[in-house]
């Protein structure tokens, strides 16, 4: 009978250097992967940080792509993690992004959650994010902004580089020093691939026009995320669910003057609007509102701290 | 506490000179090393004089061993320092048959380290071998990173060296602290050792 001897992983990793079949680079640069398949990963906890993300992913209201994008993602990883794990070849997880869409469709709230999925997913050490400007990565002399961009990156290591308004790197010019920061964030994408993933975020419009102006940065790119404005229909369902968990509730009045507000606004500012952002800023005055209203009462009733009526909105300065 | 360092680098680094004349410098008057080999595992004391004659190239016991050499030092509670001399990391693909076992002892010796020197000759003018240490130093400073092992980049020969530190700077990795150093004078043995008992905790050196 043939008894099949379990090897540790990295004695596997030694065989195929004695077999000939790993030169020196490939063997250091693999070490840290077979070593890694030999040690027992606590994976309780990471099962529970991958699902308490995933959970709180399709909690979000719509983004319906962004949802099926992650999904593909999770899935991906978990069929590469399991051909490492049989000795199938691999292909490399490139996990860099581009996320277009106006402010207040969730792409900072999403690269938090991808940061914690990673994380769960044993893609990523820490999971966190490190959100980035222009202000913090370019700088004022020659040099400068190359080192204020790796410390930037620095800071991200084993999580999430997040480059909101990324686009404007690429706007000012061929002096400018935008140019030197998208070179030195494309080199640490090169040199640390697997320690961290970049996010670069901004306008639909001037995301496709910056990625056009620097030809090399689709390429490393390969999942490029839409995020779409929200519907009426979703705006308001993000209103109630923001309001129910700070105890709070919209009386039908209130909802249909928030409904209309919303309606206006869409119109007015098309390209402007800031979806969720405006939603929730809405709330946080409404809230300062209804408290003003109530102060003056001798007394108050449960339901009347818990209900949000039609003057309490703040709709005409949000 | 013992420490592990173990000394990495490509062939003609200056790897066994430095293990010998710095544990020398930390005190040692004789080397205790054991020698990993494919035939097995052999110990013995030299004196520093005899370890140099033998052990570097091109000495009669220069043969791409891993060597570890011990070095006590004295402090309230007695430490050893381990300092690992690591066979070559040769650049062949696919790699000769006799150097695929020193590799895989070289890769061994990475994984039991807590501290690990990665050495370049700072007179070298070959390009090709400058990349290959500098993609060899990006592999060993994410290994380090991963498995929170120390690690520090240092130019060899210096005293070789006319105006070239600007250039090998400019090969490594922009999170790698290059020290310089020269085996044969001596210099920068003192910066290396102030770094390294800060790095493993002693503060007296026998």
């Known amino acids: 009978m043939n008894v099949i001897r379990y090897q540790p992983p990295v004695e596997q990793l030694w065989k195929k250097i004695e077999r000939g079949e790993m030169a020196t680079l490939a063997a250091l640069e693999n070490l840290s992967e077979w070593e890694a398949r030999g040690r027992p990963k606590n994976n309780a906890n990471h099962n529970t940080i991958l699902t308490a993300s995933m959970w709180e992913l399709n909690r979000l209201v719509g983004l319906g792509e962004v949802k099926r994008v992650v999904e593909e993602i999770k899935a991906y990883i978990e069929i590469q993690q399991k051909r490492s794990y049989h000795n199938l070849r691999c292909n490399p997880v490139t996990l860099h992004m581009v996320f277009k869409g106006n402010p207040g469709t969730g792409k900072t709230t999403v690269s938090r959650l991808l940061g914690r999925l990673f994380k769960g997913m044993g893609v990523l ?40 308004e990324a686009y404007s790197l690429g706007r000012g010019g061929e002096k400018d020093f935008g140019k030197e920061a998208i070179d030195c964030l494309v080199k640490g994408m090169e040199d640390y691939r697997n320690e961290f993933v970049l996010v670069l975020a901004g306008y639909r419009q001037e995301m496709d026009y910056f990625m056009r102006l620097n030809p090399g940065l689709n390429s490393r790119f390969p999942i490029q995320i839409d995020f779409p404005d929200y519907t009426i229909k979703e705006l308001m369902e993000i209103a109630v669910i923001m309001a129910t968990e700070h105890h709070y509730r919209f009386s039908p009045e209130a909802k249909q003057a928030l409904r209309k507000y919303l309606k206006e606004q869409m119109a007015i500012n098309a390209y402007n609007f800031s979806n969720a952002r405006l939603v929730r800023n809405i709330l946080e005055k409404t809230v300062r509102r209804q408290a003003l209203r109530l102060s003056n009462r001798m007394e108050v009733t449960r339901e009347e701290l818990i209900t949000i009526e039609e003057y309490d909105l703040a709709v005409e300065q949000a | 506490m013992n420490k592990n360092i173990a000394v990495v680098g490509a062939a003609k680094e200056g790897k066994t000179l430095f293990c010998i004349n710095f544990a020398e ?182």
């Open chain 2, 25 to 206: 410098f930390m005190g040692a008057r004789s080397l205790c090393y054991t020698e990993r080999s494919p035939s097995g595992i052999g110990r013995g004391v030299v004196s520093p004089a005899t370890a140099r004659e033998l052990m570097v190239d091109p000495g009669p016991r220069c043969n791409g061993v891993v060597r570890s050499f011990a070095v006590n030092l004295l402090q309230r509670q007695p430490q050893r320092l381990a300092l690992v001399d690591t066979a070559s990391l040769k650049e062949q693909s696919p790699l000769p048959h006799a150097e695929r076992k020193k590799l895989v002892a070289t890769l061994q010796a990475l994984r039991e380290a807590d501290i690990i020197l990665h050495l370049l000759d700072l007179a070298c003018n070959d390009p090709a071998r400058i990349d290959f240490s500098s993609e060899a130093n990006r592999f060993l400073s994410s290994y380090c990173l991963r498995h929170g092992k120390q690690y520090l980049v240092i130019g060899t020969k210096c005293d070789l060296l006319n105006g070239r530190k600007g250039m090998i700077r400019h090969f490594f990795s922009p999170d790698s602290k290059p020290l310089f150093i020269s085996s044969t004078t001596r210099e920068g043995f003192a910066q290396l050792r102030h770094l390294l008992l800060s790095k493993s905790g002693c503060f007296m050196v026998q």
């Open chain 1, 125 to 164: 050490p820490q999971g966190h994010l490190v959100e980035v400007e222009r202000a913090d990565l370019v700088g004022e002399y020659i040099g400068h902004t190359a080192q204020r961009t790796r410390e930037q990156i620095r800071k991200a290591m084993g999580g999430v580089l997040f480059v909101d």
